[in-house]
Nanobody, 124 residues
């Protein structure tokens, strides 16, 4: 199993930007679909974005146009660039690795490998 480590979270103001990183223990993450999920207190884990093995990208409606997922030049890293942040974006953000079918990309149970999470807090 691949181990994942997220970084880049923090406290920002509404309208600011942040870039989260997901680093894998293997040389490359290109054989995995890498997704970002988030979980706010008292809420279920929510799909944010995925970059598939073939680099097709999907986003949740709530972040489309504001967030961008991309693989880094270092093949074991995936980024989530977050712009125009809102207070409702506040959550613990997790990256996950797996090979889900298209109909399951938004299901946390479709991913075998998870990082420990990084906190993002957006103040109004």
């Amino acid at each position: 199993q691949v181990q994942l480590v997220e970084s880049g979270g923090g406290l920002v103001q509404a309208g600011d930007s942040l870039r989260l990183s997901c680093a894998g223990s293997e040389t490359t993450l290109s054989s995995y679909g890498i997704a970002w999920f988030r979980q706010a207190p008292g809420k279920e884990r929510e799909f944010v974005a995925i970059i598939e093995q073939v680099n097709t990208k999907y986003y949740s409606e709530s972040v489309k146009g504001r967030f961008t997922i991309a693989r880094g030049s270092a093949e074991n890293t995936v980024y989530l660039q977050m712009s125009t942040l809102r207070p409702e974006d506040s959550a613990v953000y997790y990256c996950a690795a797996g090979r889900p079918i298209l109909s399951a990309i938004r299901d946390p149970n479709a991913y075998e490998n998870w990082g420990q999470g990084t906190q993002v807090t957006v103040s109004s």
